[in-house]
């Protein structure tokens, strides 16, 4: 990428990507030009750019046919030059093709941070707090935020419900919803978090407590009874309960030693000992370390009687 500071890389402002070979463009601003420069630069080299428009450009066209340019250096905040932003981009509305931005409004927030410490002290202390620091969404007064204690509002939990029985309405949202909830990530994240809870005495102690009361007993009667009515769940969890898997587990859950189930469920490392070999089941038993019954039935499911 051609890059063509003016003398001005350490300043920010307005810069402009532009691709020599059909002229689009894209704008946008940055603190620093050569910080912001480097950064694209990066993204568009790993393929891992946000900008899919630009991105589909340059594995087309190449990193020789683009080049960055500074437009304007302004001397103020994140606001001021988003402000500032907005002003080029609305000049390229009407041939709005040839631009790579994805949207026609920039849409930033000021943070927390400000050249007053006091100010950026307050407002660090305020979003600690459960409360918003940006001046368009500050609370109002009397107003209490959100918090696992306070809860919501019924007014905004209305407005939750609505919003989630729209999304979840959708079949793509649903086929969206599903793929992340039996993806591998997912669950070890759910594990770990539920882990992590049940590890809070308190939080274990509650929730035993609830879950031996009447109305706990209840509920999980009527989900059982609900789950169980579904003939499509109920062939499901058969099959899981009926599996070898589901069996072996039930019948290693006893077991002290837990490395002999790998053994037991070697049918041909059982046939060395109990046929090949010949020991007696006795001595089976002491070498893993588990009684004679439980050789005896896996001799028989493994049908070397």
Known sequence: MKKEYCGKSKLGGIYKITNTNNGKIYIGSAKCFQVRVSQHSASLKNNKHQNKYLQASW????EDAFSFEVVEVIEGDKLTRTAR????????LDDWDQCYNLLKKCVQTQGPWSKNPEITRSRIALAMKGKRYSPA????????PWTKIH?????TKNKIAKISKRMWSKKSYRRKMKKIHRS???????GDRIKKLWQDPEYKESRLK???????RRKAAKKARDLWSNPFLREKMISIHNSPESKARKSFSHLKNKEASTYLLDRNWLHEQYCVKSLPVSEIARKLKVCKSTIYKWIKNHNLR
């Open 151 to 155: 809860g919501h509002k019924e007014e």
């Open 85 to 92: 932003e907005q002003y080029y981009i609305n000049q390229h």
């Open 184 to 190: 591998e990530s997912f669950r070890a994240f759910q």
């Open 210 to 216: 609830y879950f031996n009361s009447k109305e706990g």
């Open 137 to 144: 969404t500050e609370f109002k007064k009397g107003d209490i």
């Open 59 to 62: 594995n087309k066209h190449g």
